[in-house]
């Protein structure tokens, strides 16, 4: 149950967010075909797009032992074919030492051959690479421009990271206004950081908003349904 003195008597208490960030891109287009017919599709017929699901699949453990080698091998052969979701994937494992060495080198590479197709995943790993600085110079603009497009693409994920770089004003120039649209964004997706972050701008009446403490209520309440780890949701 959240704690209403606590929220009456702190005044803004917005969630900033802590440490790196990375996605995983786990949309199947397969998702509803069996697994031995997917095979068939990845073995026979080469198809890149079932190669990737199979990575999917092994690499989250859906229908299968979960098994990260095994998904590290389809993803190698779908991103062979230039599959953009496959190259993101590759990145990730390349960049989170997920059966191979660490080389941020090469999980910059995977991620620019994605991010070249507008895959929304690349994007936004390409995007936390170049916020937090891993394998390259901090370039916290370059961060933004390639937050935007993926969260343009509607990524959850991007929409809220985009949201806090305005919020805290991390490398950019600081706009509660530009904060707020992207929360709301993430926030109709159920995105729980963003909901909570969009309550505490209602309850204070920023960022263009009225104060509303009724929808202030209701959004902080989803976020911490949602698993924010804050005082007030204590």
Same mark, same amino acid.
């Given at each position: 149950?959240?704690?209403?003195?606590?929220?009456?008597?702190?005044?803004?208490?917005?969630?900033?967010?802590?440490?790196?960030?990375?996605?995983?891109?786990?949309?199947?287009?397969?998702?509803?075909?069996?697994?031995?017919?997917?095979?068939?599709?990845?073995?026979?017929?080469?198809?890149?797009?079932?190669?990737?699901?199979?990575?999917?699949? *092994?690499?989250? @453990?859906? %229908?299968?032992? !979960? $098994?990260?080698?095994? /998904?590290?091998? #389809?993803? &190698?052969?779908? =991103?062979? +074919?230039?599959?953009?979701?496959?190259?993101?994937?590759?990145?990730?494992?390349?960049?989170?030492?997920?059966?191979?060495?660490?080389?941020?080198?090469?999980?910059?590479?995977?991620?620019?051959?994605?991010?070249?197709?507008?895959?929304?995943?690349?994007?936004?790993?390409?995007?936390?690479?170049?916020?937090?600085?891993?394998?390259?110079?901090?370039?916290?603009?370059?961060?933004?421009?390639?937050?935007?497009?993926?969260?343009?693409?509607?990524?959850?994920?991007?929409?809220?990271?985009?949201?806090?770089? *305005?919020?805290? @004003?991390? %490398?950019?120039? !600081? $706009?509660?206004?530009? /904060?707020?649209? #992207?929360? &709301?964004?993430? =926030?109709? +997706?159920?995105?729980?950081?963003?909901?909570?972050?969009?309550?505490?701008?209602?309850?204070?009446?920023?960022?263009?908003?009225?104060?509303?403490?009724?929808?202030?209520?209701?959004?902080?309440?989803?976020?911490?349904?949602?698993?924010?780890?804050?005082?007030?949701?204590?």
């Amino acid at each position: 149950m959240m704690n209403m003195k606590k929220l009456l008597t702190t005044g803004l208490l917005f969630l900033f967010l802590a440490g790196p960030a990375g996605a995983q891109a786990v949309e199947e287009s397969l998702k509803n075909v069996p697994y031995d017919e997917v095979l068939k599709m990845a073995t026979e017929n080469n198809d890149p797009k079932a190669q990737y699901d199979l990575g999917v699949r *092994y690499f989250e @453990g859906e %229908g299968v032992e !979960k $098994d990260p080698l095994k /998904a590290r091998e #389809w993803y &190698e052969k779908a =991103a062979a +074919q230039g599959h953009s979701g496959a190259e993101s994937n590759l990145g990730y494992m390349y960049e989170n030492a997920i059966t191979v060495e660490q080389d941020y080198a090469k999980a910059k590479e995977y991620y620019e051959k994605g991010a070249a197709k507008n895959d929304k995943y690349a994007l936004f790993n390409l995007a936390s690479v170049y916020k937090e600085g891993r394998g390259v110079a901090k370039d916290p603009l370059k961060a933004k421009e390639l937050f935007e497009k993926s969260a343009q693409l509607g990524l959850v994920n991007a929409q809220y990271h985009l949201g806090d770089m *305005y919020l805290t @004003g991390a %490398g950019i120039d !600081k $706009d509660l206004n530009k /904060a707020r649209y #992207w929360f &709301e964004k993430a =926030a109709e +997706q159920g995105q729980p950081e963003s909901q909570f972050n969009l309550g505490i701008m209602y309850e204070n009446g920023i960022a263009g908003l009225k104060r509303d403490h009724n929808k202030a209520m209701e959004l902080i309440e989803k976020g911490c349904e949602g698993g924010v780890e804050h005082q007030i949701c204590q």
